[in-house]
């Protein structure tokens, strides 16, 4: 069983909707994380909140709105996607690094999203 | 830049050892990771090792970590067809000032178990 929840587990929608994923986690971690994985293909960064704060944004499309309402929870705010936006997108939590040491990262088991 | 490589298939008989092998560049990464994924899921974290260290056992898990010639490799004993999935090595770089980045995966190495 994983530490970090994410819902929905499936989510269909339109070009014209607007949907949120969300990610919880009650590890304590303060370092929360959006990745987008495509089929047959590795993960691939799009946020790392710190803090939070927004510390990385991996030039993500406005389409793409993430918001870090406190500690524990972890939005992806999606508005007017494209079909190729239908990915996986997996949300993970770590400790932050301290003395220049970074953490191990623990993954959900995602929201898989389709846009029709 | 960062790269991490693997092999994308490796096939096994059930009961022997499957050897998973990763190379990576980035000489200054702290951990290495091995996640596994199964069809549907998200990524478990299976194991991972700090780049001062050689070696690492868990249970049926074995980690090798070569500094010099930037090798890691994955060995899982008496393999089991639950072992079926796809294992990803990754690596984190030294944190940026932010405190956390994100890490660089490799494409993953699809492990296929014959019965």
């Known amino acids: 069983d994983t530490e970090v929840t994410q819902t929905p587990k499936h989510l269909v929608m339109g070009m014209t909707n607007k949907k949120s994923l969300k990610c919880e986690q009650h590890m304590g971690h303060r370092a929360m994380y959006w990745y987008k994985q495509k089929a047959k293909k590795p993960p691939e960064l799009m946020f790392v909140y710190s803090y939070e704060k927004l510390s990385i944004n991996e030039s993500v499309p406005s389409r793409f709105s993430p918001e870090c309402p406190n500690s524990s929870l972890l939005n992806l705010h999606l508005h007017a996607l494209q079909p190729e936006d239908s990915a996986l997108y997996l949300c993970?939590?770590?400790?932050?690094?301290?003395?220049?040491?970074?953490?191990?990262?623990?993954f959900g088991d995602g929201t898989r999203l389709s846009i029709l | 830049g960062e790269d991490v490589e693997q092999s994308l298939f490796l096939s096994v008989r059930e009961g022997d050892s499957s050897v998973i092998n990763c190379t990576y560049t980035d000489s200054s990464s702290t951990y290495l990771y091995w996640y596994k994924q199964e069809p549907g899921a998200g990524l478990q974290l299976l194991t991972y090792i700090f780049s001062n260290m050689d070696m690492k056992q868990d249970q049926r898990l074995t980690v090798l970590l070569n500094k010099k010639d930037k090798h890691l490799s994955l060995r899982i004993a008496d393999t089991q067809t639950g072992d079926s999935a796809i294992y990803f090595c990754?690596?984190?770089?030294?944190?940026?000032?932010?405190?956390?980045?994100?890490?660089?995966f490799g494409k993953g190495t699809h492990l296929i178990i014959q019965p």
């Open positions: 990754a690596e984190s770089p030294p944190y940026s000032g932010g405190g956390a980045d994100g890490l660089t």
């Open positions: 993970a939590s770590s400790q932050v690094a301290g003395s220049g040491i970074s953490q191990p990262q623990h």
